[in-house]
C-alpha cells in the first residue's frame, strides 16, 4: 500500500515564503483578489503574480481552474502554482482546484498558502487524492517516486487525519484494482485484505472446503477452471453498538475470460480490474477502520478467476446456488452474477444486516447505458437508494439510478431449471441486476452498484491519472457517515 503525503499545518509566516523549495500554492478570487500570503508572494515576486492576474490568460480561467509560473523571480520555488478560487467554494469544485496541487506533489513538496477560505478541506483532498501514480512494475528512472507531502500555511483547522483516512482507501483500492491478475491471484488478494487486521478489522478467509459445506456452488463452479483457489472473505468493523452491521458485498473476479464462453481477444487484457467491487470494498473498509467509524461495517468478498480449462463448468450445466434455487449457466461469461448471488445470501444469512450494498463490474451494458461518467444504482429501496445518490453526488462520484421491474425477471426464465444466467441483449444491465434480486431477502433494503464503467478510465479524470479510480469509496464512507453513524 502506498502511503498517501502527509500533511502539516503551520501558522503564516510571511518570511518563511521566500526559502520554500519546489512548489508554492496560492489563491486568487474571480476578481483578482490576493490574501495576505499571496500579496508578499507578489511582492517577491516584483509584482509578476498581479501582471499574470491582470492577464488574459488569468482572465480565461475559469472557477477551479489553475496555471503555474515556473521558476519565479525571487523565491527559492521552482513553481507557484496560482489557483482561480472563491473563498466561499467547496465540494466538487474545490476537490478539483486542488487537484493541480496534486499534480505538483508528484514532482515533490508542495507548499499551500491558504488564506481564509471554506472548502480548505475539500481543497486538500483533491490534492491528495491526484498525487497518486501507480509505478510498482517500472524499473529505472519511471520506478522512482518522487512524491512530496503538503505543508498547509493557514490560521485555519484542517482535518489532515480525515483527508488521509480516505486518501489511502481510495488509493489502495486503485492499487488493487491496477495490480495485474498474475500478482494479485486470489490468494494474493486475501492476504492482502488479512492486513486491515493492523487497523482493527476482523478478517476470515473462507477456503473451497468450507465454501463447498455451505453450499455456494454457483461461485465455486465459476472459478472451476482455474489454478487459483476460490475464496470468501469476511471483514468486519466493530465500531458501533449491537445494531445490525451495514454489508458491502464486493465481486472479485482476479481475471475474467469469459470461461469456456471465451472473449474475444481485442481487449481482454482489461479484464484484470474485474475485482473492481472488491476492490472499493477494501477500500471502503479501510477508510472507515482508519478513522474508527462510530458504525458496524461488514465488507464480503468472492474471489475467484474464471478461466477456461478442462475442468471449468460448461454453457447448459445446471448449478444449485446457496439459496437453494437452481441456475442454468447459458453463458460462462456472466460470471459475476454467480458470484455474488452466493455471497448476497451468505451475508444475509448470516448477518442480517441493516442494509446490503453490492458493488460489481457485472455488465458491458452499462457502459453502453452510461458511459464512464455514472455507475448504475439499482435498488429495491426509495430512501436507502436516494441517501446514497445523495453521498455519491456530494463526493462527485456518479451515480444513476437505473430501474428493476418483473417484466425484465421474465427474460430470466430457464426451461429446465429456475433461472437463466443471462437474459439476451436487450435492457443486459437490468437483467443482470433482476438475478441477483433473486437472491435478496424482501427484509432487506438492498443496493446493486454495476461500476464496469467508472472503476477504471482510459484517460486521466479530475481525480486520478489513467487507469482506476477508486470510484465508490467516498460515497460508501460519507454514506456510512451521514446515515449509520450517530
Ligand atoms: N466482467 C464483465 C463485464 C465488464 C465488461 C466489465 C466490460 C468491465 C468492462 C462481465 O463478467 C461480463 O462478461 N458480462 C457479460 C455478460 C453477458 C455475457 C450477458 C457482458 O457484459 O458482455
Ligand atoms: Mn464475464
Ligand atoms: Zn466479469
Known amino acids: 500500500m502506498q502511503n498517501a503525503p502527509k500533511i502539516t499545518v503551520v501558522a503564516p509566516d510571511l518570511d518563511a515564503i521566500g526559502s520554500a523549495t519546489r512548489h508554492l500554492a496560492v489563491f486568487v478570487t474571480g476578481e483578482g483578489k490576493l490574501d495576505k500570503m499571496g500579496r508578499r508572494v507578489n511582492r517577491v515576486m516584483k509584482g509578476a503574480l498581479a501582471r499574470f492576474v491582470e492577464s488574459d490568460v488569468f482572465g480565461k480561467m475559469k472557477e477551479a481552474d489553475s496555471h503555474t509560473l515556473s521558476y519565479p523571480t525571487g523565491l527559492d520555488a521552482d513553481g507557484v502554482v496560482v489557483i482561480r478560487l472563491e ?7 474545490a476537490r478539483k482546484a486542488g ?24 481543497v486538500l483532498q483533491g490534492a491528495s487524492l491526484r498525487a497518486y501514480a501507480f509505478n510498482d512494475h517500472k524499473t529505472g528512472e519511471d520506478a522512482a517516486s518522487k512524491r512530496g507531502d503538503i505543508t498547509v500555511m493557514t490560521g485555519s483547522e484542517v482535518d489532515a487525519d480525515g483527508i488521509i483516512a480516505v486518501t489511502e482507501g481510495v488509493w489502495w483500492t486503485r492499487d488493487l484494482v491496477n495490480e495485474p491478475s498474475n500478482v494479485l491471484t486470489t490468494t494474493e488478494f486475501a492476504k492482502r485484505l488479512e492486513g486491515l487486521e493492523a487497523l482493527g478489522v476482523k478478517v476470515e478467509v473462507l477456503e473451497e472446503a468450507e465454501l463447498q459445506e455451505l453450499g455456494m456452488r454457483t461461485l465455486l463452479a465459476v472459478g472451476e477452471g482455474s489454478e487459483s483457489p476460490s475464496k470468501v472473505v469476511v471483514m ?9 452491521p451495514v454489508a458491502l458485498v464486493g465481486k472479485g473476479v482476479v481475471f475474467d475470460t469469459g470461461g469456456i464462453s471465451l472473449k474475444p481477444a481485442v481487449g481482454m487484457e482489461e479484464m484484470t480490474m474485474d475485482m473492481g467491487g472488491a476492490g472499493t470494498v477494501a477500500g471502503a473498509m479501510h477508510t472507515i477502520a482508519k478513522r474508527k467509524a462510530a458504525a458496524n461495517v461488514v465488507g464480503l468478498v468472492g474471489l475467484v478467476e ?10 447448459g450445466d445446471v448449478v444449485v446456488s446457496m439459496k437453494g434455487d437452481t441456475v442454468e449457466v447459458i453463458n460462462t461469461d456472466a460470471e459475476g452474477r454467480l458470484v455474488l448471488c452466493d455471497v448476497l445470501w451468505y451475508t444475509q444469512e448470516r448477518f442480517k444486516p441493516a442494509a446490503m450494498i453490492d458493488l460489481a463490474t457485472l455488465t458491458g451494458a452499462i457502459i453502453i447505458a452510461l458511459g464512464h461518467e455514472n455507475a448504475g444504482v439499482f435498488s429495491n429501496d426509495d430512501a ?3 441517501a446514497f445518490l445523495k453521498a455519491a453526488e456530494e463526493e462527485g462520484e456518479g451515480a444513476w439510478r437505473m430501474p428493476l421491474a418483473p417484466a425484465y425477471d421474465k427474460l430470466l426464465k430457464s426451461r429446465i431449471a429456475d433461472m437463466k444466467n443471462i437474459g439476451g441483449r436487450p435492457a443486459g444491465s437490468v437483467t443482470a441486476a433482476q438475478f441477483l434480486l433473486r437472491f435478496v431477502k424482501d427484509e432487506t433494503p438492498w443496493i446493486h452498484l454495476d461500476i464496469a464503467g467508472v472503476a477504471s ?11 482506476a479510480t477508486g470510484w465508490g469509496v467516498r460515497a460508501l464512507n460519507r454514506l456510512i457517515a451521514d446515515t449509520y453513524e450517530v
Not at 236 to 244: I, L, N, R, T, Y
Open 457 to 467: 478510465h482510459s484517460g486521466e479524470t479530475d481525480l486520478a491519472p489513467k487507469g
Open 236 to 244: 468486519q468493523w466493530s465500531g458501533g453498538g449491537a445494531e445490525a
Open 87 to 93: 473563498r466561499r467554494t467547496k465540494g466538487a469544485l
Open 99 to 122: 487537484a493541480a496541487i496534486g499534480k505538483a506533489l508528484l514532482q515533490g513538496d508542495v507548499w499551500v498558502l491558504a488564506g481564509p477560505m471554506k472548502g480548505l478541506d475539500d
Open 384 to 386: 436507502l437508494s436516494k
Open 306 to 315: 474464471n478461466m477456461p480449462d478442462g475442468r471449468a463448468q460448461r454453457p
